[in-house]
């Protein structure tokens, strides 16, 4: 963590909170599944000078595996499954930056770390474009109200012209693309950027695999254009227009959200990363007051106050503990302080607190707002709790739970396993990697999960095994959707072969229903029956906050 200015346990006067606060950078990389966000991650760090070689989503040529996708599962498939905390220094800022899975069937992961940053760096696939999971990551970016950095990723390889990516951009999220660097060299042959704001090139120098830091130099505009000839006069021309169109950086347009600041890079090679960097610790938000539950914005100069936005467990293959990762929003945290768990105003001391990289950790003496802290063995803590120090209480707003599409009854594949088989269920349903519901007609030992997509039943499947020693075996429900029901409502439906009524671990009565069809025709001939929308609808673009 951060080297400390004050000695933990002693108090520190608002002042020294706000400086801290200022300080911080808080950030997800989100994307497109395959547009490289542990690459570029690795990329950053690299650059931060956090790690000293850059290691590969699959460990190809000798290199080592990225430091985000710690999960055997990510390291077999080369994608990410688990969002995952890293923080460095760079500057004389505080990164505390948050990779999070591409995959739809994740997108509740990836909506729990967005409730818990300042900004967000999109990544874009130069030959891609806006793909299906980039439009929706923006569209709930801008509900959030979160500044976003637009980077073109790839360009080292062949893809769409740069003007047509900023064309794409402006028409179909309706942010204006304010581009920092411009391409010189067409994608497939990337020889540098136009810095924009001082027109000198960066030209960048190629590593052994991409593996190590990558180094450039920076020449004049007349030193390019003699150098690089027709592409740099091609780049010079565009970022002119560019200029003329009026696309050019405005820091309170980016910060509300009307414009995208742009960069371009080939993570993979390491280049145009430091750019990257620069911009986040020029541009990207601090740490600022949050918005409470009770629709009031809480200063960071308040006493402490967090929210857990992920819990995970089978971080530590030696101990096998889990890790409450909490957002601080206000206030100092120390190490060993007394909160309150505001679901049950009962306190706990955080005895034991780490700074994460990764799957790697290291005790936490105290942390600022923006920063992510994981309180190890809080096992009172769920996904969406809020803590705090003294009174009154304080609370934020409620985490999103997507309703699920996806249904199957699991039971052990070893009877005798059935006690592990019962702590492993119960601490994914913790974690919320999975949906648990149960009836008395099933039984407890074959509880029902339901999912966001069907790649969730395969981490649970390994994790079962891997992580609890209690395989299983799971029947594949005839259900499409679920609604919100009651226990009178319940007392009809129960009579529908097609309609099954369970109980979520949280209370909550869900009637799951065969099709669409079947949902309909149950309100047309029960309207009295509450058959009530989940809060959000499965998929990202359903989601409603």
């Known amino acids: 963590m951060a080297e ?49 070689t850059a290691g590969a989503t699959h460990g190809k040529a000798g290199r080592r595996g990225t430091v985000s996708d710690w999960m055997t599962m990510e390291q077999e498939r080369g994608i990410s499954i688990t969002s995952a905390a890293i923080q460095f220094e760079y500057r004389d800022s505080v990164i505390n930056l948050v990779d999070t899975p591409g995959h739809a069937d994740f997108s509740e992961d990836t909506f729990r770390v967005l409730s818990a940053v300042d900004a967000a760096v999109m990544l874009v696939d130069a030959s891609k474009g806006l793909e299906v999971q980039t439009m929706k990551l923006f569209e709930v970016c801008k509900q959030r109200g979160l500044p976003v950095i637009t980077v073109i990723n790839k360009w080292d390889r062949p893809g769409s012209a740069a003007l047509d990516l900023m064309d794409e951009i402006r028409t179909r999220t309706g942010l204006i693309p304010t581009p920092l660097t411009w391409p010189v060299g067409i994608a497939g042959d990337f020889r540098g950027v136009i810095e924009r704001d001082s027109s000198d090139f960066i030209r960048f120098n190629r590593t052994a695999g991409g593996a190590t830091r990558a180094d450039f130099e920076r020449t004049s505009a007349d030193d390019a254009a003699a150098s690089e000839g027709a592409a740099w006069v091609a780049a010079a021309e ?22 995208t600041p742009v960069l371009f890079s080939a993570a993979v090679l390491n ?77 706990f001391a955080t005895k034991y607190a ?76 913790h974690e919320g990697v999975i949906q648990v519901m149960r009836s008395d007609l099933r039984g407890d030992q074959a509880p029902v999960l339901g999912a966001v997509g069907p790649m969730q039943f395969e981490v649970v499947e390994e994790r079962m095994s891997h992580d609890f020693g209690a395989a299983i075996r799971s029947d594949v429900l005839p259900y499409q959707l679920a609604r919100r029901t009651d226990k009178e409502s319940a007392l009809i439906l129960g009579h529908d072969r097609q309609v099954e009524v369970l109980r979520r671990s949280d209370g909550t009565l869900l009637a799951l229903f065969s099709t669409p069809w079947r949902l309909r025709n149950t309100v047309r001939d029960h309207p009295e029956l509450l058959l009530e929308d989940l809060a959000g609808g499965g998929p990202v673009d359903e989601v409603r906050y």
Request: glycine letters at 8%; hydrophobic letters at 40%; one cysteine or more.
């Open 4 to 52: 400390a200015t004050v000695t933990p346990g002693t108090e520190v006067s608002p002042k020294e909170v706000e400086a801290q606060a200022v300080r911080r950078r808080t950030f997800a990389v989100i994307s497109h599944p395959d547009a490289g966000k542990s690459t570029l991650t690795e990329a950053l760090l690299l650059h931060a000078r956090a790690i000293t």
């Open 238 to 259: 565009e970022s002119e227009l560019l200029a003329e169109e009026g696309q050019n950086h405005d820091e309170e347009l980016f910060l509300d959200g009307v414009t």
């Open 271 to 347: 280049f145009g990363v430091q750019h990257i960097l620069d911009t986040l610790v020029d541009f990207a938000p601090p740490a600022e007051a949050r918005l409470d539950a009770d629709g009031g914005h809480r200063p960071v100069t308040s006493p402490f106050s967090g929210f857990v936005f992920k819990v995970q467990s089978g971080m530590n293959s030696s101990h096998r503990d889990y890790v409450a990762f909490v957002r601080v929003c206000s206030g100092q945290f120390r190490r060993g302080m007394v909160v309150t768990h505001s679901a049950t105003g009962r306190p």
């Open 354 to 429: 780490q700074q994460l990289f990764g799957k790697d950790r290291e005790v936490a003496e105290e942390a600022w707002p923006g920063d992510i802290v994981g309180l190890v063995n809080a096992s009172a803590l769920r996904v969406g709790d809020s803590i705090h120090e003294g009174s009154p209480a304080v609370t934020f707003p409620p985490l999103p739970m997507f309703a699920p599409a996806h249904f199957r009854a699991v039971r052990p594949a070893d009877t005798s396993k059935h006690k592990q088989f019962r702590r492993g269920i119960d601490q994914l349903d």
